[in-house]
T-cell receptor, first 113, second 114 residues
Framework: SQQGEEDPQALSIQEGENATMNCSYK?????LQWYRQNSGRGLVHLIL?????REKHSGRLRVTLDTSKKSSSLLITASRAADTASYFC?????????????FGPGTRLSVLP | AAGVIQSPRHLIKEKRETATLKCYPI?????VYWYQQGPGQDPQFLIS???????DKGSIPDRFSAQQFSDYHSELNMSSLELGDSALYFC?????????????FGQGTRLTVV
């Protein structure tokens, strides 16, 4: 079964609105990372949050991590059409220590102008 | 800044042929990962190398092999190609550090098996 599972799988919003994507995982982790992927292109690293952190900000991105619930959320504020992409969370299991990133199925975000 | 370079960007092969994908990590990164992403799927971990030694193995078929060379570039060799091998293949590199690592991904090689 997937270590990381994104929710929702698809999200459509208007430009200027906020978008929230959630990720759940099953095992204890070392850290969790969010990536963006434009259609058929490479994965772009967005943000990394470590297991001892609860919240992290980067520009219009806000990531939270709840290790008790084994879940994370990615909030994109004031969305733009250019934010249209698939967003993946990837976890580094606690016993892997950076040797293997486990991706969830991704959320396809569409930001309509 | 230098990024992870993958070549070729696109590759078309026939069934049962062999393909070799190359990955050039970011300078001074000593860990390389290979991922396979099928259409509409999430990336699946294949194999990783640290300091030229295999460090972890995922769902890599026996028909595939990979290695990391002395200059840290890596090659993924795929033999007896099947239609189901059509996918985007990503390489990522990282430099291990305390508390986990951030992986930088290349643009991927799109392999189409016909």
């Amino acid at each position: 079964s997937q270590q990381g599972e994104e929710d929702p799988q698809a999200l459509s919003i208007q430009e200027g609105e906020n978008a929230t994507m959630n990720c759940s995982y099953k095992t204890s982790i070392n850290n969790l990372q969010w990536y963006r992927q434009n259609s058929g292109r490479g994965l772009v690293h967005l943000i990394l949050i470590r297991s001892n952190e609860r919240e992290k900000h980067s520009g219009r991105l806000r990531v939270t991590l709840d290790t008790s619930k084994k879940s994370s959320s990615l909030l994109i504020t004031a969305s733009r059409a250019a934010d249209t992409a698939s967003y993946f969370c990837a976890t580094v299991p606690e016993d892997n220590y950076g040797q293997n990133f486990v991706f969830g199925p991704g959320t396809r975000l569409s930001v309509l102008p | 800044a230098a990024g992870v370079i993958q070549s070729p960007r696109h590759l078309i092969k026939e069934k049962r042929e062999t393909a070799t994908l190359k990955c050039y990590p970011i300078p001074r990164h000593d860990t390389v990962y290979w991922y396979q992403q099928g259409p509409g799927q999430d990336p699946q971990f294949l194999i990783s190398f640290y300091e030229k030694m295999q460090s972890d193995k995922g769902s890599i078929p026996d028909r595939f092999s990979a290695q990391q060379f002395s200059d840290y570039h890596s090659e993924l060799n795929m033999s007896s190609l099947e239609l189901g091998d059509s996918a985007l293949y990503f390489c990522a590199s990282s430099s291990p550090g305390t508390g986990g690592t951030e992986a930088f991904f290349g643009q991927g090689t799109r392999l189409t098996v016909v």
